[in-house]
């Protein structure tokens, strides 16, 4: 079906699909794909950025800012959960009867035809289906792939291939997860997030129990070993009479790693009855993400020799402890880490390679709270966090899609973070470089964590250094 319009998800055909806030990484990846197959895309977003600029580049008509006169001759408009009811564009396309459609709903419509290969969990998605993407194309399976981040290598995030494979990282933030129908589903871990769509984390699991009932009947479920609900999740699968596949650290894991070694910015490890297995990534967590792509590419039919060469070639995800350089002798890294557990696991890879270099470095942590809500639920566990580092510097909260909360700011978490980390609670941005170039001494390593805008610090703390 590549070159034609596709059908949405009322089965008519998408001819000219209009994206607000095309900008994103989610939005702008299926952008991509359908400029792929030949259909006509435009989209707006809040501000310019090299995103828009590169599906310009593809063909796509973009615009800055939002007006109802952007829908141009569009027949569907794309929408995130981020989206209000009041942007222009949307109230247009409602008032002129357009086929509105979720971001998930766009992705499983491209999805229809492949295999779909489908990779959930509250941690670790973004890089195990990027692990995935790459070592299926190492294999010569050329999989169709969105990503809600971008690979180090191609700084791409989506684009179609030629293969019958298409990998999607699934999102369980808002449920969007369950308008797929997966061949092929992994469950990295479930734990207690997006509580504010949520309310409970009862909730939050009831709907990873409803993705997996959304696997194909004659499909498969990977699961980590490791993981209570995820466990609970594979017997519920098997139940159904799905292939399971398990994997983890776990004595009963189908699939169990051992023998895990930090080497540098790297790991090796072995996954028993298989082999070994190196990484060019640092952290445990990347050695189960690496595992559970051992279980997806063999149940595709992979040789694990291949997989695991796919795996050693791997360089990374943007934002996913993205080394962003040295400056005065201090290291900068960079990542997406914006729950406590995704922090916590990011400190202690980091501890693990500061370890194997010579003298004393600290870790700076720079940690920027994502929305207001989750701050509100999870001060206590982020100050806990961020007591693995040396120092951590703490901004205020990234509001993202939610307005402000009255009591709840950054200074939550910098009071709950332990006796023995030295605390700066920054609220203004602008200021972080210059405190960090006066904390940080050679030898440190700099971590800036988050899902706002502090991806935007390392740079002006390597420049401040230098």
């Known amino acids: 079906m590549s070159g ?6 009322a089965g008519e055909a998408m001819r000219h699909v209009h994206f607000i806030a095309i900008g994103g990484a989610g939005m702008s990846g299926i952008a991509r794909i359908m400029l792929r197959r030949g259909i ?3 989209g707006s977003d809040a501000q310019d950025s090299a995103m ?4 310009a580049g593809l063909g796509a008509r973009v615009f800055v800012g939002h007006s109802a006169e952007h829908l141009g001759d569009a027949d569907t408009v794309v929408v995130s959960t981020a989206i209000r009811e009041t942007n222009p564009e949307l109230r247009a396309a409602r008032e002129r009867g357009l086929r509105v ?3 998930s709903e766009a992705l499983a419509a491209l999805m229809a035809g492949r295999r779909a290969v489908a990779v959930a969990g509250t941690h670790g998605k973004t890089t195990t289906t990027s692990m995935l993407t790459v070592v299926l194309q190492h294999a010569g399976a050329d999989p169709a792939y969105c990503i809600g981040g971008q690979l180090v290598t191609t700084g791409l995030g989506a684009d179609d291939g030629t293969g019958d494979v298409f990998v999607a990282e699934a999102d369980e933030s808002d449920g969007s997860f369950l308008r797929y129908t997966p061949q092929i589903a992994v469950v990295t871990n479930v734990e207690a997030d997006h509580l504010d769509n949520y309310g409970a984390f009862e909730q939050v699991k009831e709907n990873f129990h409803r993705f997996v009932r959304r696997v194909a009947p004659d499909g498969a479920l990977v699961a980590s070993a490791d993981d209570p609900v995820a466990r609970e999740l594979a017997g519920a699968a098997r139940e159904r009479g799905l292939t399971v596949v398990s994997y983890g650290e776990a004595a009963d894991a189908d699939l169990r790693i051992t023998a895990f070694t930090p080497r540098g910015l790297g790991s090796r490890f072995e996954i028993e009855g298989l082999g070994e297995v190196t990484l060019e990534v640092p952290g445990r967590h990347y050695a189960h993400n690496a ?3 051992v279980a997806v590419a063999r149940l595709l039919g992979h040789d694990f ?6 795996l ?5 995800s943007m934002r996913r402890l993205e080394r962003k350089g040295e400056a005065a002798g201090v290291q900068v890294f960079d990542s997406y880490a914006h729950h406590p557990t995704e922090l916590t696991a990011d400190l202690q890879a980091t501890r693990e390679y500061l370890g194997q270099l010579p003298g004393e470095g600290r870790i700076v ?3 920027q709270p994502h929305l207001y809500s989750r701050t509100r639920f999870f001060a206590a566990e982020f100050g806990r966090a961020l007591g693995l580092a040396d120092v951590a510097v703490v901004l205020d909260v990234y509001g993202a899609r939610e307005d402000p909360e009255p009591g709840v700011s950054g200074r939550l978490i910098a009071d709950a973070v332990p006796d023995g980390t030295r605390v700066e609670y920054v609220p203004d941005t602008a200021d972080v470089p210059e405190v960090v170039a006066g904390l940080a001494r050679p030898g440190d390593l700099v971590l800036t964590l988050g899902a706002g805008d502090v991806t935007k610090l390392g740079p002006l703390i390597l420049e401040r250094l230098g």
Do not use: I, K, N
């Open 365 to 367: 942590a720079v940690f």
């Open 40 to 42: 006509t895309v435009s």
């Open 101 to 103: 459609l979720h971001r």
């Open 312 to 316: 050693a070639s791997f360089a990374g």
């Open 52 to 55: 828009l600029a590169q599906l």
């Open 291 to 293: 595992t559970a792509v």
């Open 305 to 310: 020799t291949v997989v695991r060469e796919g």
């Open 4 to 9: 034609a319009a596709r059908p949405g998800a």
